[in-house]
């Protein structure tokens, strides 16, 4: 034998020794790794996050009540109230139509356009509907507040409030009569006519 194959010849048990000394390695199975969850890797330049816990619910706060659908309002009669101070117009009370409501406003604006409208009439379910709020405009507000001087028209509890001064006797007579018929309805109960004259 030449010097070479000695020394080959003389490792070769040697690394036997050493390979037979280490452990096997652990083989996995396929069905183990398809069911070993793998961790998507974080970049390496984003901060470890670490979620926050939900905090425990508290045993004394409880939820809060449904508070269920709201009583209805208590029906109420309409009001209305209409006079007239240097140069302004204000409208004011609460009926349940939306449709008269805009009919008056809309009424008196068209024709008083050089007159500052104040509105504050407005639109209440619970108040009990009226049949006047479709006529008062036209019948009565119109030629009254044309006519009279510092005018005033009101409607509450039933009772029409008539204020100003006319001309004459005859002007009074025609305009209160308008306004009877004009607020004419089952809610109305009465008026109270203070309309002056001139003469």
């Not at 044309?146 to 005033?152: A, I, L, Y």
Request: with cysteine; hydrophobic share 40%; charged share 25%.
């Amino acid at each position: 034998m030449n010097r070479h194959f000695k020394r080959r010849f003389f490792l070769l048990p040697l690394l036997c020794g050493l390979l037979t000394g280490c452990d096997k390695p652990a083989l996995r199975s396929v069905a183990e790794e398809e069911k070993a969850p793998t961790a998507p890797l974080a970049p390496a330049s984003a901060p470890a996050q670490t979620a926050a816990s939900p905090a425990p619910a508290s045993e004394d706060t409880a939820p809060a009540p449904d508070p269920g659908p709201a009583e209805p309002l208590p029906m109420e009669e309409p009001v209305f109230k209409m006079w007239k101070a240097g140069d302004t117009i204000t409208l004011s009370g609460a009926l349940k139509s939306r449709i008269q409501v805009n009919r008056i406003v809309e009424t008196v604006q068209k024709t008083f356009p050089d007159t500052e409208i104040v509105n504050d009439l407005k639109v209440e379910p619970n108040r009990y509907p009226v049949g006047w709020g479709n006529r008062l405009a036209d019948e009565l507000l119109v030629p009254y507040f044309k006519e009279v001087k510092s005018p005033g028209v009101a409607y509450q509890k039933g009772i029409v409030t008539l204020l100003g001064e006319v001309e004459n006797t005859s002007r009074h007579r025609a305009l209160t009569e308008i306004a009877i018929n004009a607020f004419a309805d089952t809610l109305t109960r009465d008026l109270d006519n203070k309309i002056t004259t001139r003469k």
